[in-house]
Every structure is written in structure tokens, then in C-alpha cells.
């Protein structure tokens, strides 16, 4: 009986599919989507009462100095059924996330620019801003237990988001690492990038870099040898 070749299969399968996606009609203009949204026609039947541009500019007033998502205006930009919700973390509930920054106080301990960039409306949900940041944080002051070192901590590009309710209050926000081969915070980000990167992770497996479990790296082992089996039968 001949191995069964898991991944070799799967890597076909997502080849073909590729292919399908990719093929283009050829009465479609050059460099145009058949199934990209139509972006100004979603914004013209929303009826969220805030209009794309405004929640842009609500969601860089949120993010400024003088609010900091609510740690510097004791919550008042905060909508009563505020969530955090992360890759990991969350849902957390307005006051455990007002409590936890505060406890944090990150902009003690770091010299941080969050390079943040390419705000838009979810034109599927349109009171929804995504942006990106590629933080880089100084280590000035004492952090964990870590007196400063004075060390860069570059984070991998994250990807963030936040809700709006009708009022211009924040419902949610969450944030992703998109690329954890950047940065020098072994792809961690938030907080658990800082504490990873003054070398003091949090005891837990989701604040550690990332790691295959063993399940998927038998798959894989085995993916490999039937793939190194079958091409010797040929």
C-alpha cells in the first residue's frame, strides 16, 4: 500500500485553489479584482451615523496622548461595554482593562513610538478602523524587575483594530501580530512583547515565542517521509 502523502496532497490542493483565484477573465481590465468590495458603494449604504472619514480622525484623537484608548482620560472614551480582545487575551471588560495598563505603566519603563499607520474603515463594518504599528520601544527605566538597559525593543507588525458606537465611544480593540519573523521580541506583541524582550516572559506558553506542538510536528515529520519515500519508489 502505497504512504499516504498528507502533505504533499494538501500542498496540491492549495496550488489548484491558487490557481483558480488567479485566473482572470479576459475581459476584465488589467489589475482589477472580480471580487474586490466596492468600497465607496459599502460606505454610501452604511448607516452607521459617523462617516468613514470622521472615525478616522475620532480614532487617531482616541490614540493620542491626551486619551491613550482610555488610560489617560480615566475611561471616559469608553463606551460602558468596552471589550479588549486580543490574539490571545480577552474578551476583557472595561475596568480589568483599565486596571491592567495601569499596572503595566509600560510608558515609565520605555521610550516607545508606535509608528502607527494606514488607517481605514471596514467598508463590511463601518464602525470598525483597522491601522498598523511597528513600535520600537527604548528600555529607560525599570521594568519586571529589569533595571534599564537602554535596549531597542523592535515588535513585529501588528495589526489593530477598534469599534466605534454611535456616540464616537470605543467598544473594542485587538490587535495581531501579522509577521512574527520581525522584530527582536521573538514575535510577540502588547505587552508580552516588553516582557519577553527585557528577558522576563510571562510563566505562561501564549507569552513565549511560538513554538509547533508536538502534534503538528509528527504531522509534519511524517508529511516528509512519505514525500521522501514516494519519491524513491518513482
Request: glycine fraction near 10%; aromatic fraction near 12%.
Amino acid at each position: 500500500m502505497k504512504p499516504i502523502l498528507f502533505f504533499p496532497s494538501l500542498l496540491l490542493f492549495f496550488l489548484s485553489h491558487t490557481a483558480a483565484f488567479s485566473a482572470t477573465p479576459t475581459s476584465t481590465p488589467k489589475g482589477t479584482l472580480t471580487d474586490e468590495v466596492d468600497v465607496k458603494l459599502a460606505y454610501e449604504k452604511s448607516t452607521f451615523p459617523i462617516a468613514p472619514d470622521d472615525l478616522i480622525v475620532r480614532a487617531k484623537e482616541v490614540l493620542g496622548p491626551e486619551i491613550g484608548v482610555g488610560t489617560k482620560d480615566d475611561g471616559a472614551c469608553l463606551a460602558e461595554d468596552f471589550v479588549f480582545c486580543a490574539a490571545v487575551v480577552g474578551p476583557i471588560p472595561r475596568d480589568e482593562y483599565l486596571g491592567a495598563l495601569g499596572s503595566f505603566k509600560l510608558e515609565e519603563s520605555f521610550d516607545i513610538d508606535s509608528n502607527f499607520f494606514g488607517f481605514n474603515v471596514d467598508p463590511m463594518q463601518t464602525n470598525r478602523v483597522w491601522f498598523m504599528s511597528r513600535a520600537v520601544a527604548k528600555h529607560i527605566a525599570t521594568f519586571a524587575g529589569v533595571e534599564a538597559t537602554g535596549k531597542e525593543l523592535v515588535m513585529p507588525p501588528q495589526l489593530y483594530h477598534l469599534d466605534f458606537n454611535e456616540d464616537g465611544l470605543v467598544k473594542e480593540i485587538g490587535f495581531y501580530t501579522v509577521d512574527r519573523q520581525q522584530g527582536n521580541t521573538g514575535g510577540l506583541g502588547g505587552a508580552f512583547g516588553y516582557f519577553y524582550g527585557v528577558g522576563k516572559p510571562l510563566p505562561i506558553r501564549e507569552a513565549r515565542p511560538y513554538k509547533p506542538s508536538f502534534r503538528f510536528r509528527a504531522l509534519q515529520f511524517i508529511g516528509a517521509l512519505a514525500k521522501k519515500i514516494g519519491g524513491k519508489k518513482d
